[in-house]
């Protein structure tokens, strides 16, 4: 039998050759591919990419529902981390845990505050935070069965969400609360931060074991400050339905924590008294401080009722940023006597609110 080499024409490549060159032609493929591969990943901005999706998908252990967040915050580029010690520690929540979410691009962020509810202050210290520069309106009930409010100035939107866990002892609930820095005002916005919230809250009462009774899949379409405009004496629905001075109120929702009316000056300039209403696990939040505190002898009215399970709602009214009593005509804010002006709206907004979440005995100055 002849050799293979030997039935090989003149001319023809050597076979073995040929298996060398095509071997390390392999070899060198694999080669590049193993380097380039990487680097277009790397330096397309895909990897990037994927690493601010891991980061949302592990902080706060799984929590964050992301997906609002670029709209939220104005930008497609997002990154998460779980907070330190060293991250803002004036912070009123998150004493149970805290994460936030920011942007390089804009310096956009929000902060996700996780509190069991025996530190009820952090999220309403941060509703209250007189560094939102201006007056946010009253807060606005997210709706649908959800026991969570948002607030909003121009750049800065926060959203309060409770969850009551059933498996961890009367009462107790945990408290979500985001806070961040962006344009919050308008409609869509304080939706979208609406939106987070609830989500965020259903995800976090999983990664804590908080068994609770979840709102629907949806938000309230949250009305913008724009469109929060003082209704005339006697003509107000939602929150201020029969407060017989004009007054800003939102939507009467009997699964809110906490409802507000704002009273409208005389004048036209703005807010001069805030009626709010505090419910489970809220009640007791800022209890020895007066939220809401005059100058020259403004008192600030309080009133209670009982809820289910033996729990207390509180009422109150007071000033807006230290107004005095007078508007800047002199006039006074509320017709004749100013003290019984206050003591009769804060009855007629209480016992509306404690009719809406089922709470009696109702006791007001």
């Known amino acids: 039998m002849e050799s293979t080499t030997a039935e090989r024409r003149i001319g023809d490549p050597d076979p073995r050759i040929v298996r060398r060159e095509r071997k390390r032609w392999l070899i060198t493929a694999a080669i ?30 799984g929590s964050i529902e992301s997906s609002q967040l670029n709209q939220l915050l104005g930008v497609d580029s997002l990154r998460a981390r779980d907070a330190s010690t060293d991250d803002n520690p004036e912070f009123d929540s ?18 996700v505050s996780l509190d069991w509810s025996d530190n009820a202050d952090g999220g309403v210290g941060e509703l209250r935070d007189r560094s939102f520069g201006g007056d946010p309106g009253p807060v606005s009930p997210i709706g649908h069965g959800w026991h969570g409010v948002v607030a909003a100035a121009e750049d800065r939107g926060v959203a309060v969400v409770a969850m009551n866990c059933s498996n961890k002892g009367r009462g107790r609930s945990l408290l979500v609360t985001l806070d961040g820095t962006f344009k919050a005002a308008s409609s869509n916005q304080k939706t979208r931060l609406g939106f987070t919230a609830v989500h965020t809250a259903e995800r976090a009462a999983e990664a804590w074991g908080c068994e609770t009774t979840q709102g629907r899949d949806q938000v309230n379409a949250i009305p913008g400050n724009d469109s929060m405009k003082p209704e005339p004496p006697g003509k107000a629905t939602g929150t201020c339905q029969g407060i017989n001075v004009s007054a800003i109120g939102s939507r009467a929702d009997g699964s809110a924590p906490i409802e507000d009316c704002f009273i409208q000056s005389r004048d036209g300039l703005g807010t001069r008294y805030v009626m709010s209403a505090y419910y489970p696990p809220f009640d007791k939040a800022h209890a020895g401080d007066e939220i809401y505190s005059g100058e020259e002898g403004d008192e600030t009215y309080r009133g209670s009722a009982t809820c289910s399970n033996g729990q207390r ?38 016992t509306r609110s404690a009719k809406r979440h089922g709470c009696t005995e109702l006791k007001l100055p």
């Open 32 to 61: 590049v591919l193993m380097v380039a591969v990487p680097s277009i990943f790397y330096f397309s901005g895909a990897y990037d990419r994927w690493n601010d999706s891991r980061s949302l998908s592990d902080a706060c252990r």
């Open 313 to 350: 709602a509180r009422y109150i009214i007071g000033s807006w940023s230290n107004y005095n009593g007078l508007d800047a005509d002199g006039s006074e804010t509320f017709s004749g006597d100013a003290a019984q002006g206050k003591r009769q709206a804060l009855k007629e907004f209480a």
């Open 94 to 111: 998150g004493t149970l845990h805290r994460c936030i979410v920011s942007s390089k691009a804009n310096g956009n962020y929000l902060d």
